[in-house]
Nanobody, 124 residues
């Protein structure tokens, strides 16, 4: 059974850090790029970051560049999103998804298999 399971969300103060994880099973993990998306209340879901199938290429949405780092471990079928210097505007449900490839423009990223999401709340 194909599964993507996110974890690591929570409540953090502005300026704090969180590390999200995405554990995959049921498909050939290293055939796919993996993307992180987020959806804030009242807003459309947006792409945040993407990592290629090999892990050799990454891409980020402009507002998170320099603060977020995506990585993957193909031996463990996991992807991580390290989020530093968090801001209240980063508050959202974060989803990981298998994607065919990482697009040049992160806003055009399309997910094919999705996790259930993990809530990230940045608030004092």
């Amino acid at each position: 059974q194909l599964q993507l399971v996110e974890s690591g969300g929570g409540l953090v103060q502005p300026g704090g850090s969180l590390r999200l994880s995405c554990a995959a099973s049921g498909f050939t993990f290293d055939y796919y790029a993996i993307g992180w998306f987020r959806q804030a209340p009242g807003k459309e879901r947006e792409g945040v970051s993407c990592i290629s199938s090999s892990g050799g290429s990454t891409n980020y949405e402009d507002s998170v560049k320099g603060r977020f780092t995506i990585s993957r471990d193909n031996a463990k079928n996991t992807v991580h999103l390290q989020m530093n210097s968090l801001k209240p505007e980063d508050t959202a449900i974060y989803y990981c998804a298998a994607v065919k490839h990482c697009p040049i423009t992160i806003a055009t990223m399309t997910g094919h298999y999705w996790g259930q999401g993990t809530q990230v709340t940045v608030s004092s």
